[in-house]
């Protein structure tokens, strides 16, 4: 039982990360179709900025908890920038192309700001500075569940309920929510669709740099790899819940990180990353629009 | 009148659901040789659905779809994917156009020949005489429909460049390419000035009379429906509420209630 | 042009502020060290300044050719109306192909083994095109066919020392055979979901071959893998390197009139249609299911046979050689070059292969600047460095209706 | 940026260098010196620059100058290999390279043709060799198998495992430490309870510590890198999971102290013997330290050693015939950063060898 509850939280944090990424896709897709291929390398400068706020902070002396908090916020303000520059470059001009070209834009888009962050920072993985501390009260489980992952879930946890008062209660929400029905019918009615692309976009991004900032602290590495895979996954789970779905995005998230970790605990590690992509074609062919997603009737 | 000819088409109690929302509800209605039957009705009665339910794009929640090709056995369409209803001889055009916009208006055509010829891949790469020939055949029969349609000067044009009377134009002329021996036309004189109208109305009795083929088409125009079909059908929220000739039609009370406050040009 | 000067002064500072922590700090957490490159500020400043210009004169051009292009007032460029002549093409490709010919005795071994890694790189550039450019299925795992490819080879050839034309036709088969096993249950996914899945395609070949010990040897791969035989002559490196040059070009040339021919088939135009309209194409009589895997499977079938190729070239390959950046290079083979054109493809693999070859001092920039070439050329050139040549046809049409007329 | 244009800058000297004497003695080298691995191949080719400018100024050798023909293969077997023909089409005398195994293992068909003595400073691959395949082919490394079995050793002679956990990054080096550390224990008849590949950049591995914990192991050996390793071991102390850890080479690195801080402590590795009190040695990392004002980096002192054993092969031979270099290199004991060594009959270097390290305070000790 014990054993099943450590695999149970090491699958729940790992989820969580993956579900705090997969919201932007699923934000992102819900509105303009578009798989935004470099969402994950979104997260990975979120990361990589929050590493050298830190770095820099710990290097003058500075450090604890509110480091990390400081290097979060800007990690998040940067993330924002770059996913609204994102959008404002290679997906805007491409509106009302055929479908294939901006998702090719969003591939040259992830490879071009991998290279980006290589060339500009290393190759080479960074120590990211230990910043959360070990909670004393957490002492007796920290086999199971320690205060690392204790910070993720917490965060993870009001960053989700932030996001669904934000799309529930407020203005902003109810255009996003809007568009996300029918881009043309919201603009007739004057909503700024434009903007509230670059809205999903920035809130989005601020999403994954959170998650970045959150791992990167956890693990305690940084590199500017660390994209391609956390994207892939969570770019999985999306689909899984059914993309377009917040809900949706979470569930797949966490079914993606139990299933690896259950997997890893109970069979083996050997095939963590075909396990994924399995589950995902399964999905995909059992029920194209996912556990919570929506079949859209295709008009003809 | 109708009872002595050939049934081409005949479809009973067709019903599709979408969700909780019943988009087309027991519909029956037949298509005889040599008719130009019209389906018409306001929006939102359903005219598509049933299109696309005839043409296998939906699979019906029940109802039967029975096709009676003359000389063949008849075959029941529910279910069928829409390429072999296709094959069957039953063509259509779409509301929204669907054409192949960065081909040109010839090869648009060609398309249509499809179903048609034979060459696979392997023959397409010895390119021996038989496919030259079959190819050969496929780009004299498509021009020779753009006559037809009267777009023989756009042959080398790309689809999309056509003004959008053209390209409606096209579409019949795709879909005729099919070799069918009913053709559904959705919409058909949309966004078409008098003109081009008056020129349309030509082409589809036409096509009907030379080619010895029937069609079943949706329009607005009332003008247009009033002056070449027979027998009209008309749709009300999914439910079949009259049919008979131009006449009958009307001054079917109900028909008039179903368009109150529609535009009604006739 | 005040308002031009505003405009580009705030992109500046946007970029300077954007690139401010990334290129601007280097921190080093290991040793403990900040490195403050402020001269960096300036060369952001002034290149986005520049870069904005150009970027907003190229969207006006853009979008002025559009609405020409909505006219019906064709743009064609001087390489593009002197590729539409058949007489000057037809004997352009002649002093090409007697070019590529005679190289390897021009060059020396060297070139002409690079060369043979950009002919191997126009055949997958080719073969994707089938699917990306012509149909519209965009693969990300395009990669794991030409390992199905390399490892048949290096595998019968290690277990059961079958020689490299006997495993040639088989590379190709079975990369053929996993295009239809793979592409089966996943061509009625749309677009995107698919571009998805295969990149877990990829992915997972990697993953099998690694783990896959008893099969594959694992991650330290498999060397000696022998080259291409000749009636049983002994041959030097130089002799081989010009044998696998001269396979190369006969496969290249094969492979133009075969994906040739089929592009302008009723095979071909399927495909295309199939890329613009689904429903349409399924409406006009076309089997989806059908087209679409013939158009993947026959993609996976070059890949397959020019794997063979290249494993014997290299005489050794592992897991390693097959990432998802092989993938990413041919696609962008094939969106620099141009989708559907045949042309374009052969142009984009010999740029991208060339280029960081013969421009050392760019090599290590490659990726950097292949991932912002495929986003500038979606934007302003989506169809590429050469467009798609259009076929033209031959009709009589019916005389009496054009007297008529 | 530097690194840019330190690679211009010796592109550029290469050619002046070629305009300007026709007689000389070249020395290629090649590994990945852009793109992700290139932390591997970057010290090595400042070795050789090094050396080079050194053996230069004080009048080359054989009386010619030496000439480096620097190449970039970024560890991608394709690419070595069209490297390696224009190594030869060059005229290579001796190649300093490859770094990674498998782009060397690619590449030494060519060099083997055209015979040239190829030394790599980091391919430990066995079989390159062990499978006398390659006559052309030296190091100045020791093989995985031989870190496999001093880590093994150490772990049943001086800490005493009864079961062990083995786990790999699934790559070429790690997977071939992995296998070759079970082969061992299976010859020891030590239970192994677990034996599995890891992804590589996979978010944590915080469920396969369970996993070791639940199988009892009291060490976990693992083969790979110090990204990997520095993830498992802060996870192992997270879970308290008592364990001993056991590494490679390739984990013994700085980045892994600074990473995995805390959790580090008392974790072993193998590694090269220690020389650093070696006056060759110390001369070297001076030197490099006076040019580049870092540290060295990985594989410095192996590929500064390679490059002084090809040219005083070269030396000792009087010419560049290949056999005479061969056997120069099989006979000929050279002065070094890793020690007095020559090469043995499948090419390993004769006196490189392996020590266990343990991480006390901060820093790798060598155990004796």
């Given at each position: 039982m014990?054993?099943?509850?450590?695999?149970?939280?090491?699958?729940?944090?790992?989820?969580?990360?993956?579900?705090?990424?997969?919201?932007?896709?699923t934000?992102v897709y819900?509105?303009?179709?578009?798989?935004?291929?470099?969402?994950?390398?979104?997260?990975?400068?979120g990361?990589f900025?929050?590493?050298?706020?830190?770095g820099?902070?710990?290097?003058?002396?500075?450090?604890?908890?509110?480091?990390?908090?400081?290097?979060a916020?800007?990690?998040?303000?940067?993330?924002?920038?770059?996913?609204?520059?994102?959008?404002?470059i290679?997906?805007?001009?491409?509106?009302?192309?055929?479908?294939?070209?901006?998702?090719?834009?969003?591939?040259g888009?992830?490879?071009f700001?991998?290279?980006?962050?290589?060339?500009?920072?290393?190759?080479?993985?960074?120590?990211?500075?230990?910043?959360?501390?070990?909670?004393?009260?957490?002492?007796?489980?920290a086999?199971?569940?320690?205060?690392?992952?204790?910070?993720?879930?917490?965060?993870?946890?009001?960053?989700?309920?932030?996001?669904?008062?934000?799309?529930?209660?407020?203005?902003?929400?109810?255009?996003?929510?809007?568009?996300?029905?029918?881009l043309?019918?919201?603009?007739?009615?004057?909503?700024?669709?434009?903007r509230?692309?670059?809205l999903?976009?920035?809130?989005?991004?601020?999403?994954?740099?959170i998650g970045?900032?959150?791992?990167?602290?956890y693990?305690?590495?940084?590199?500017?790899?660390?994209?391609?895979?956390?994207?892939?996954?969570?770019?999985?789970?999306?689909?899984?819940?059914?993309?377009?779905?917040?809900?949706?995005?979470?569930?797949?998230?966490?079914?993606?990180?139990?299933?690896?970790s259950?997997?890893?605990g109970?069979?083996?590690?050997?095939?963590?990353?075909?396990?994924?992509?399995?589950?995902?074609?399964?999905i995909?062919?059992?029920?194209?629009?996912?556990?919570?997603g929506?079949?859209?009737?295709?008009?003809? | 009148?109708?009872?002595?000819?050939?049934?081409?088409?005949?479809?009973?109690?067709?019903?599709?659901d979408?969700?909780?929302?019943?988009?087309?509800?027991s519909?029956?209605?037949?298509?005889?040789?040599?008719?130009?039957?019209?389906?018409?009705?306001?929006?939102?009665?359903?005219?598509?659905?049933?299109?696309?339910?005839?043409?296998?794009?939906?699979?019906?929640?029940s109802?039967?779809?029975?096709l009676h090709?003359?000389?063949?056995?008849?075959?029941?369409l529910?279910?069928?994917?829409?390429?072999?209803v296709?094959?069957?001889?039953?063509?259509?055009?779409?509301?929204n156009?669907?054409?192949?916009?960065?081909?040109?208006?010839?090869?648009?055509v060609?398309?249509?020949?499809?179903?048609?010829t034979?060459s696979?891949i392997?023959?397409?790469?010895?390119?021996?005489?038989?496919?030259?020939?079959?190819?050969?055949?496929?780009?004299?029969?498509?021009?020779?429909?753009l006559?037809?349609?009267?777009?023989?000067?756009?042959?080398?044009?790309?689809?999309?460049?056509l003004?959008?009377?053209?390209?409606?134009?096209?579409?019949i002329?795709r879909?005729?390419?099919?070799?069918?021996?009913?053709?559904?036309?959705d919409?058909?004189?949309?966004?078409?000035?008098?003109?081009?109208?008056?020129?349309?109305?030509?082409?589809?009795?036409?096509?009907?009379?030379?080619?010895?083929?029937?069609?079943?088409?949706?329009?607005?125009?009332?003008?247009?429906?009033?002056k070449?079909?027979?027998?009209?059908?008309?749709m009300?929220?999914?439910?079949k509420?009259?049919?008979?000739?131009?006449?009958d039609?009307?001054?079917?009370?109900?028909?008039?209630?179903?368009?109150?406050?529609?535009?009604?040009?006739? | 042009?005040?308002?031009?000067f505003?405009q580009?002064?705030?992109?500046?500072?946007?970029?300077?502020?954007?690139?401010?922590?990334?290129?601007?700090?280097?921190?080093?957490?290991?040793?403990?060290?900040?490195?403050?490159?402020?001269?960096n500020?300036?060369?952001?400043?002034?290149?986005?300044?520049?870069?904005?210009?150009?970027?907003?004169?190229?969207l006006?051009?853009?979008?002025?050719?559009?609405?020409?292009?909505?006219?019906?007032?064709?743009?064609?460029?001087?390489?593009?109306?002197?590729?539409?002549?058949i007489?000057?093409?037809?004997r352009?490709?002649?002093?090409l192909?007697?070019?590529?010919?005679?190289?390897?005795?021009i060059?020396?071994?060297?070139?002409?083994?690079?060369?043979?890694?950009?002919?191997?790189?126009?055949?997958?550039?080719?073969?994707?095109?089938?699917?990306?450019?012509?149909?519209?299925?965009?693969?990300?795992?395009?990669?794991?066919f030409?390992?199905?490819?390399?490892?048949?080879y290096?595998?019968?050839?290690?277990?059961?020392?079958?020689?490299?034309?006997?495993?040639?036709?088989?590379?190709?088969?079975?990369?053929?055979?996993?295009?239809?096993?793979?592409?089966?249950?996943?061509?009625?996914?749309?677009g995107?979901?698919?571009?998805?899945?295969?990149?877990?395609f990829?992915?997972?070949?990697?993953?099998?071959?690694e783990?896959?010990e008893?099969?594959?040897?694992?991650?330290?791969?498999?060397?000696?893998?022998?080259?291409?035989?000749?009636?049983?002559?002994?041959?030097?490196?130089?002799?081989?390197?010009?044998?696998?040059y001269?396979?190369?070009i006969?496969l290249v040339?094969?492979?133009?009139i075969?994906?040739?021919?089929?592009?302008?088939?009723?095979?071909?135009?399927a495909?295309?249609?199939?890329?613009?309209?689904?429903?349409?194409?399924?409406?006009?009589?076309?089997?989806?299911?059908?087209?679409?895997?013939?158009?993947?499977a026959l993609?996976?079938?070059?890949?397959?046979?020019?794997?063979?190729?290249?494993?014997?070239k290299?005489?050794?390959?592992?897991?390693?050689?097959?990432?998802?950046?092989?993938?990413?290079?041919?696609?962008?083979?094939?969106?620099?070059?141009?989708?559907?054109?045949i042309?374009?493809?052969?142009?984009?693999?010999?740029?991208?292969?060339?280029?960081?070859?013969?421009?050392?001092?760019?090599?290590?920039y490659?990726?950097?600047?292949?991932?912002?070439?495929?986003?500038?050329?979606?934007?302003?050139?989506p169809?590429?460095?050469?467009?798609?040549?259009?076929?033209?046809?031959q009709?009589?049409g019916?005389?009496?209706?054009?007297?008529?007329? | 940026?530097?690194?840019?244009?330190?690679l211009?800058?010796?592109?550029?000297l290469?050619?002046?260098?070629?305009g300007?004497s026709?007689?000389?003695?070249?020395?290629?080298?090649?590994?990945?010196?852009s793109?992700?691995?290139?932390?591997?191949?970057?010290?090595?080719?400042?070795?050789?620059?090094?050396?080079?400018?050194?053996?230069?100024?004080?009048?080359?050798?054989?009386?010619?100058?030496?000439?480096?023909?620097?190449?970039?293969?970024?560890?991608?077997?394709?690419?070595?290999t069209?490297?390696?023909?224009?190594?030869?089409?060059?005229?290579?005398?001796?190649?300093?390279?490859?770094?990674?195994?498998?782009?060397?293992?690619?590449?030494?068909?060519?060099?083997?043709?055209?015979?040239?003595?190829?030394?790599?400073?980091?391919a430990?691959?066995?079989?390159?060799?062990?499978?006398?395949?390659?006559?052309?082919?030296?190091?100045?490394?020791?093989?995985d198998?031989?870190?496999?079995?001093?880590?093994?050793?150490?772990?049943?002679?001086?800490?005493?495992?009864?079961?062990?956990?083995?786990?790999h990054?699934?790559?070429?080096?790690?997977?071939?430490?992995?296998?070759?550390?079970?082969?061992?224990?299976?010859?020891?008849?030590?239970?192994v309870?677990l034996?599995?590949?890891?992804?590589?950049?996979?978010?944590?591995?915080?469920?396969?510590?369970?996993?070791?914990?639940?199988?009892?192991?009291?060490?976990?050996?693992?083969?790979?890198?110090?990204?990997?390793a520095?993830k498992?071991v802060?996870?192992?102390?997270r879970?308290?999971?008592?364990?001993v850890?056991?590494?490679?080479?390739?984990?013994?690195?700085?980045?892994?102290?600074?990473?995995?801080?805390?959790?580090?402590?008392?974790?072993?590795?193998?590694?090269?013997?220690?020389?650093?009190?070696?006056?060759?040695?110390?001369?070297?990392?001076?030197?490099?330290?006076?040019?580049y004002?870092?540290?060295?980096?990985?594989?410095?002192?192996?590929?500064?050693?390679?490059?002084?054993?090809?040219?005083?092969?070269?030396?000792?031979?009087?010419?560049?015939?290949?056999?005479?270099?061969?056997?120069?290199?099989?006979?000929?004991?050279?002065?070094?950063?890793?020690?007095?060594i020559?090469?043995?009959e499948?090419?390993d270097?004769?006196?490189?060898?392996?020590s266990?390290?343990?991480?006390e305070?901060g820093?790798?000790?060598?155990?004796?």
């Amino acid at each position: 039982m014990e054993y099943f509850l450590e695999l149970f939280f090491s699958g729940l944090t790992r989820g969580s990360i993956y579900a705090l990424i997969a919201l932007g896709y699923t934000m992102v897709y819900g509105i303009i179709q578009l798989i935004n291929f470099a969402h994950g390398e979104i997260y990975m400068i979120g990361a990589f900025v929050a590493l050298i706020v830190a770095g820099v902070c710990t290097i003058y002396g500075l450090s604890g908890f509110a480091i990390l908090i400081l290097a979060a916020a800007i990690a998040a303000v940067y993330a924002a920038a770059y996913g609204y520059t994102l959008e404002k470059i290679a997906y805007r001009p491409l509106r009302g192309s055929p479908r294939l070209s901006p998702l090719i834009s969003a591939i040259g888009m992830s490879i071009f700001l991998q290279n980006y962050v290589l060339l500009a920072q290393t190759p080479d993985f960074l120590p990211f500075p230990r910043l959360i501390p070990d909670f004393a009260f957490m002492d007796d489980v920290a086999h199971i569940i320690g205060s690392p992952e204790l910070v993720i879930l917490v965060t993870t946890l009001i960053t989700m309920v932030l996001l669904t008062l934000l799309i529930k209660k407020t203005r902003v929400g109810k255009a996003m929510r809007a568009t996300q029905q029918d881009l043309n019918m919201a603009r007739l009615v004057g909503i700024n669709v434009d903007r509230v692309i670059s809205l999903t976009f920035v809130i989005g991004s601020v999403l994954a740099a959170i998650g970045g900032v959150l791992v990167a602290s956890y693990i305690g590495q940084v590199s500017f790899y660390i994209g391609f895979l956390a994207g892939i996954k969570a770019f999985t789970a999306a689909v899984l819940g059914g993309i377009g779905s917040i809900p949706g995005a979470v569930l797949g998230g966490l079914i993606i990180g139990w299933s690896e970790s259950f997997a890893a605990g109970y069979i083996s590690s050997d095939y963590e990353d075909v396990l994924t992509f399995v589950l995902l074609v399964v999905i995909l062919i059992v029920r194209p629009a996912g556990i919570l997603g929506k079949v859209r009737k295709q008009k003809v | 009148m109708t009872e002595n000819k050939h049934k081409l088409l005949e479809v009973k109690g067709l019903t599709m659901d979408f969700g909780g929302l019943r988009a087309v509800d027991s519909v029956s209605l037949a298509v005889h040789e040599g008719e130009i039957a019209a389906l018409i009705g306001p929006n939102g009665a359903g005219k598509t659905t049933f299109f696309n339910c005839v043409t296998g794009i939906y699979t019906p929640t029940s109802g039967d779809i029975l096709l009676h090709p003359k000389g063949l056995e008849t075959r029941r369409l529910n279910g069928l994917k829409p390429n072999k209803v296709t094959e069957m001889g039953l063509a259509r055009t779409f509301q929204n156009i669907r054409l192949f916009s960065s081909m040109t208006v010839l090869e648009n055509v060609m398309i249509g020949r499809h179903c048609r010829t034979r060459s696979g891949i392997f023959r397409s790469i010895i390119r021996n005489r038989g496919v030259r020939e079959e190819e050969q055949e496929i780009v004299e029969t498509s021009y020779r429909l753009l006559e037809k349609v009267g777009l023989e000067k756009f042959v080398n044009e790309f689809a999309r460049n056509l003004p959008y009377g053209a390209q409606r134009r096209l579409e019949i002329a795709r879909a005729l390419a099919t070799d069918p021996f009913l053709l559904l036309l959705d919409e058909p004189a949309a966004g078409m000035n008098p003109y081009e109208t008056s020129e349309l109305d030509q082409l589809i009795c036409r096509i009907s009379e030379e080619e010895q083929i029937a069609i079943l088409l949706i329009e607005h125009d009332m003008k247009l429906v009033m002056k070449i079909s027979n027998p009209i059908y008309v749709m009300e929220y999914g439910k079949k509420i009259a049919q008979g000739s131009p006449l009958d039609i009307r001054d079917n009370p109900k028909v008039i209630e179903a368009y109150l406050g529609e535009e009604v040009d006739a | 042009m005040l308002q031009d000067f505003k405009q580009s002064l705030v992109v500046s500072l946007w970029f300077v502020f954007l690139t401010f922590p990334l290129l601007v700090v280097r921190v080093n957490t290991i040793e403990n060290v900040v490195v403050w490159r402020w001269s960096n500020i300036l060369w952001v400043a002034i290149g986005s300044f520049v870069l904005s210009y150009f970027w907003r004169f190229l969207l006006l051009r853009r979008n002025r050719r559009q609405k020409q292009a909505e006219e019906g007032i064709a743009s064609y460029g001087p390489l593009q109306a002197a590729l539409d002549n058949i007489l000057l093409r037809n004997r352009a490709m002649a002093v090409l192909l007697v070019l590529a010919l005679i190289f390897p005795l021009i060059f020396d071994t060297y070139q002409t083994n690079i060369m043979v890694t950009a002919l191997i790189f126009v055949v997958l550039g080719l073969g994707l095109n089938i699917g990306v450019g012509l149909a519209g299925l965009l693969d990300l795992g395009y990669v794991a066919f030409f390992g199905v490819g390399a490892y048949s080879y290096a595998i019968l050839n290690y277990y059961f020392d079958l020689g490299f034309w006997i495993v040639l036709p088989i590379g190709g088969i079975l990369g053929c055979l996993f295009g239809i096993v793979l592409g089966f249950p996943i061509l009625r996914l749309r677009g995107d979901y698919l571009a998805i899945v295969t990149l877990g395609f990829g992915m997972i070949f990697k993953v099998m071959m690694e783990n896959w010990e008893t099969l594959s040897l694992g991650p330290s791969g498999i060397a000696n893998i022998d080259r291409p035989g000749f009636f049983g002559v002994q041959m030097s490196l130089a002799q081989s390197t010009t044998y696998i040059y001269y396979i190369m070009i006969a496969l290249v040339v094969l492979t133009i009139i075969v994906t040739n021919r089929l592009k302008n088939s009723r095979v071909g135009r399927a495909w295309i249609a199939l890329r613009e309209d689904e429903i349409a194409c399924v409406a006009m009589g076309i089997d989806m299911a059908r087209t679409k895997l013939s158009a993947y499977a026959l993609g996976a079938f070059w890949a397959g046979i020019v794997g063979v190729i290249f494993a014997a070239k290299t005489t050794f390959i592992n897991p390693a050689s097959f990432t998802f950046m092989e993938s990413a290079i041919i696609l962008s083979i094939v969106v620099l070059g141009g989708m559907g054109s045949i042309l374009g493809v052969i142009l984009g693999a010999f740029i991208l292969v060339l280029l960081p070859e013969y421009l050392r001092a760019f090599s290590e920039y490659r990726m950097l600047v292949f991932g912002a070439a495929m986003v500038l050329m979606m934007i302003f050139r989506p169809q590429g460095l050469i467009s798609n040549l259009r076929q033209i046809y031959q009709y009589k049409g019916t005389k009496d209706k054009t007297a008529h007329d | 940026m530097k690194r840019m244009v330190v690679l211009c800058v010796s592109f550029v000297l290469c050619l002046a260098v070629t305009g300007v004497s026709a007689e000389t003695i070249k020395l290629g080298v090649a590994g990945p010196h852009s793109g992700d691995l290139a932390p591997y191949g970057i010290p090595t080719m400042r070795a050789a620059q090094l050396v080079v400018k050194q053996i230069n100024e004080q009048g080359g050798v054989l009386g010619k100058q030496v000439e480096l023909l620097i190449q970039d293969d970024q560890c991608n077997p394709n690419i070595a290999t069209n490297v390696a023909t224009r190594l030869v089409s060059d005229g290579a005398h001796v190649v300093l390279g490859h770094i990674c195994s498998g782009a060397t293992r690619a590449a030494l068909g060519t060099y083997r043709e055209a015979k040239i003595p190829v030394m790599s400073p980091s391919a430990t691959n066995p079989p390159l060799t062990q499978s006398g395949e390659y006559p052309n082919f030296f190091r100045t490394i020791a093989s995985d198998d031989m870190q496999a079995k001093l880590a093994v050793d150490y772990a049943l002679n001086s800490l005493g495992v009864k079961k062990v956990a083995v786990l790999h990054d699934r790559g070429d080096y790690g997977r071939g430490f992995a296998e070759f550390a079970k082969q061992a224990l299976d010859e020891k008849e030590i239970e192994v309870v677990l034996f599995e590949g890891i992804t590589p950049g996979a978010m944590d591995y915080s469920s396969i510590i369970q996993r070791v914990r639940r199988e009892g192991a009291d060490s976990l050996i693992f083969g790979g890198y110090h990204p990997e390793a520095s993830k498992l071991v802060t996870q192992l102390e997270r879970r308290r999971v008592d364990a001993v850890f056991i590494s490679d080479d390739g984990v013994k690195d700085e980045s892994f102290l600074n990473v995995a801080g805390s959790a580090a402590e008392g974790a072993y590795m193998t590694g090269p013997k220690d020389l650093s009190a070696l006056p060759l040695n110390k001369a070297a990392v001076d030197a490099f330290q006076a040019a580049y004002g870092a540290e060295p980096g990985a594989f410095f002192q192996e590929g500064y050693a390679a490059a002084l054993a090809l040219l005083n092969a070269v030396q000792k031979a009087g010419s560049t015939d290949y056999d005479a270099v061969v056997n120069a290199l099989r006979t000929e004991y050279v002065e070094t950063p890793v020690g007095l060594i020559k090469f043995d009959e499948k090419g390993d270097a004769e006196g490189v060898g392996f020590s266990m390290f343990k991480v006390e305070n901060g820093t790798f000790v060598e155990m004796q």
